[in-house]
């Protein structure tokens, strides 16, 4: 099996409709706050940019690590059609702290004490 450690690897993670409670609560503030009717869905995704493991680490991490799969759906590399909708991404600057992604880091080397993983992690909401 060849290992790619090096590339970039793209992962979105979205809660599955009756846990997306982040989603909903943007929803009810888009409608009531803003007094937006338009809106018809609003959905939140999780990115998370993986990188410096090998395919077996990432393998086993997706739906330990990135995912609970009775709760979660994860997309890989590209996030699904959302015709009509207006996405966005909200991530953390540089210098500034990312517990999500220090988590993963932490949590991917007890999968693999070789290995020192790099993650970036980003919101993206999808409004329609």
């Known amino acids: 099996m060849i290992e790619n450690k090096n590339s970039v690897r793209r992962i979105f993670v979205e809660k599955k409709q009756p846990f997306a409670v982040k989603a909903k609560e943007l929803y009810q503030e888009i409608h009531n706050y803003l007094d937006i009717t338009g809106v018809t869905n609003v959905r939140e995704f999780i990115r998370y940019d993986v990188e410096n493991i090998s395919d077996e680490t990432y393998e086993k991490a997706l739906g330990t690590v990135f995912s609970e799969p009775p709760m979660d759906i994860l997309y890989e590399e590209e996030l699904p059609s959302l015709p009509g909708a207006v996405t966005f991404a909200v991530e953390y600057l ?35």
């Open 94 to 128: 540089p210098g500034q702290f990312d517990q999500r992604a220090d988590s993963a880091e932490q949590c991917l080397r007890l999968l693999n004490k070789d290995e020192n993983p790099i993650i970036k992690t980003a919101t993206v909401k999808a409004i329609e």
